[in-house]
């Protein structure tokens, strides 16, 4: 089985550039896209791993060594099929 989930990320001011080219640098395996994106968050970040234990070791003890991140809302991805 593998899971999937869009992680939410909201910066501090004038940080979004760097929030991306840091989770980027980390090239982590799993994190399969990284953009900056308009509305409420400035960045979404795809991660997907074989389970929700390994999304949640990323989204708890990966990403947020980058500096400049606020906050993080993690949504997990539903397939019905």
């Given at each position: 089985m593998s899971a999937r989930a869009y992680v939410l990320i909201e910066t501090s001011v004038g940080k979004t550039?760097?929030?991306?080219?840091?989770?980027?640098k980390?090239?982590?395996a799993g994190v399969t896209e990284v953009n900056v994106?308009?509305?409420?968050?400035?960045?979404?970040a795809v991660v997907e791993g074989t389970?929700?234990?390994?999304?949640?070791?990323?989204?708890?003890?990966?990403?947020?060594?980058?500096?400049g991140i606020e906050k993080t809302?993690?949504?997990m991805a539903v397939d019905f099929a």
């Open positions: 550039k760097d929030v991306v080219l840091g989770i980027r980390l090239n982590l994106v308009t509305g409420p968050y400035d960045v979404i389970d929700l234990t390994a999304i949640s070791n990323l989204v708890t003890s990966k990403i947020p060594t980058v500096g809302i993690t949504c």
